[in-house]
């Protein structure tokens, strides 16, 4: 049996998957000692996180699917080529990025400048459907890395998925615009569905965000 040719790449990916859900919680701050004066401070300045805590469970979320995603994409190869591994170097990089407008949106969700922080947030998921466009793209092209057992048709059925995706995101980055709250609750209800998804299917039928 020959080695499989995406087992480094997938240790190294791992890697930076357990970073960038490390990175998640290095910005969650505890309540400086000096504010408090009584229990009821204490809670009332943990209560006052409460952004950091969505940012942070929202954010998991997020890297969780991405990370069950990439396993099951990669379990369906049997072949690399250097442009799979330069679009995975750029997918990796959508996942490094994301604790940055993770930490962006925690610290000004709720303030009046709300609003450039969840656009914000919005377009990392535009950068981040695209790291999975360009997965899929060079899983096929120029050849297919796809195992004969699972078929091209499976893999192009989802990279489909994902070119629709791009779509949507831009569409909540746009709303973000002029509706950014709406916007948020739209993309949190999108990921829920993902996660629902990603929890319920079957890892041979994997549906990819």
């Avoid at 793209?137 to 489909?160: D, F």
């Amino acid at each position: 049996m020959s080695e499989n040719p995406n087992a480094r790449l997938e240790t190294f990916c791992d890697g930076v998957f357990a970073i960038a859900i490390t990175l998640l919680i290095l910005d969650m701050k505890v309540p400086p000692l000096e504010s408090v004066h009584s229990v009821k401070d204490v809670w009332l300045n943990l209560g006052q996180l409460w952004p950091s805590f969505f940012a942070l469970c929202l954010s998991f979320v997020i890297i969780l699917i991405a990370w069950i995603g990439h396993h099951n994409l990669l379990k369906s190869l049997d072949k690399t080529s250097t442009k799979f591994q330069f679009a995975n170097g750029f997918f990796l990089f959508t996942v490094m990025f994301i604790p940055f407008p993770t930490a962006f949106m925690a610290e000004y969700l709720n303030s009046p400048y709300a609003q450039p922080a969840i656009m914000f947030y919005c377009l990392n998921g535009i950068l981040h459907n695209l790291g999975w466009n360009l997965l899929y793209r060079y899983a096929l092209k120029p050849k297919s890395l796809v195992k004969v057992s699972v078929g091209s048709e499976h893999i192009h059925k989802n990279g489909q998925g994902a070119r629709y995706g791009f779509f949507i995101y831009s569409a909540i980055a746009l709303l973000a615009i002029w509706l950014p709250y709406v916007a948020l609750i739209i993309s949190v209800l999108i990921w829920i569905f993902w996660l629902y998804v990603s929890i319920n299917m079957h890892p041979a039928k994997e549906e990819l965000v």
